[in-house]
């Protein structure tokens, strides 16, 4: 018997983050907004990520546990879990990052009283020990595409989109960054992403995570404008050399 269908799923891509994986559920579990599922894709951790995660499948049926066979990349198990998401809203929670208990309830409250169906929230830094850095990251009222190309100021772990009015949108198939190329996706529909002006989400900041390193940073954007984007030479190097400037200027 199927169950009805969920108004929110949670997609929630998971590689060795036995450490954190269970307080992240936790934030979800704790939501005030229960009307949702939990789709938790493992990409073959090595750890035992799969068996925590397992263990809250099985005290919560809302939770849905999906195993790739083979290490695929986070592209890869946010797209599976979005294919397989019953929720009209899309939302996203990474396996080291939390949420505030009201995040889904007043997000959604925003975007439905205004009409919205692509939107983000504040959030705040934490250390992979769990303690703040001291850092709320608020980006600006509205972006539009032209704009995000210059700095991609959407934390993933704030997103919802409607697929009842964009219909279900993936990830390109790219090792990183692909959470930028979707927000861009999406953008290049005319679309303007709005901001929720609240701290609704905690961010951890890993050793060697790719929005902390800034040479990385520059590596995988220019892949992005030049491979998915399909910029030529000229005007992948202006946008990056925007997405530089800003993030040298909030250093």
Known sequence: MK???????VVTALY?????IGETIESVLAQSFTDWEMIIVDDCSTDN???IAAGYREKDSRIILISLEENSGAAVSRNKAIEAARGRYIAFLDS?????????EMQLAFMQ????????TWYEKYNEAGKSLGVIVTPPESM????????NRIGCLTVI?????LGKVYMPLIRKRQDYGLWLKILKKNIIIHVFPENMAYYRVRSGSISENKLE????NWMLYRKVEKFNFFLSVYYLSWNVFRKLRSS
């Open 3 to 9: 169950t009805q269908q969920p108004m929110v799923t």
């Open 16 to 20: 060795n983050s036995a450490t954190f």
């Open 49 to 51: 990520s799969a068996e």
């Open 96 to 104: 080291d990052d939390r949420w505030h208990p009201e995040k889904l």
């Open 113 to 120: 009283k205004r009409n919205f169906s692509f939107t983000h």
């Open 144 to 151: 539009n595409y032209k704009s995000l190309l210059k700095s």
């Open 161 to 165: 989109y409607d697929t009842e009015k």
């Open 217 to 220: 940073m520059v590596k995988y």
